[in-house]
């Protein structure tokens, strides 16, 4: 399925974790921005929140603006209740994100 401007939505809230880690290793902002609803808050890790499609987009330019490699973690179970899912993943480095 595609978002209207080239890019995969996620069919199933597993599939979130594979496109972030896709879109920060392409470098692209479109793409991660894409995946939040338009008034979405993103906790980045220094402790500060960005809210709205504009304060997303900067952060997440700021984060691949030189290009680092993000790896896939160990995607946890899938919490689900109605149409709301809490999905997580462990990181390689012993983080976790939380989505």
């Given at each position: 399925?595609?978002?209207?401007?080239?890019?995969?939505?996620?069919?199933?809230?597993?599939?979130?974790?594979?496109?972030?880690?896709?879109?920060?290793?392409a470098?692209?902002?479109?793409?991660?921005?894409?995946?939040?609803?338009?008034?979405?808050?993103?906790?980045?890790?220094?402790?500060?929140?960005?809210?709205?499609?504009?304060?997303?987009?900067?952060?997440y330019?700021?984060?691949?603006?030189?290009?680092?490699?993000?790896?896939?973690?160990?995607?946890?179970?899938?919490?689900?209740?109605?149409?709301?899912?809490?999905?997580?993943?462990?990181?390689?480095?012993?983080?976790?994100?939380?989505?």
């Amino acid at each position: 399925m595609d978002d209207g401007q080239g890019h995969e939505r996620a069919g199933r809230p597993g599939d979130l974790s594979r496109f972030v880690v896709e879109r920060l290793n392409a470098g692209d902002v479109d793409g991660l921005v894409a995946l939040y609803e338009p008034d979405a808050v993103l906790a980045l890790p220094n402790g500060l929140i960005a809210t709205g499609s504009s304060e997303i987009r900067k952060a997440y330019e700021h984060l691949v603006a030189d290009k680092p490699t993000f790896a896939p973690g160990q995607q946890l179970t899938t919490l689900r209740t109605g149409d709301l899912a809490l999905t997580s993943t462990r990181l390689v480095d012993g983080g976790v994100t939380v989505e």
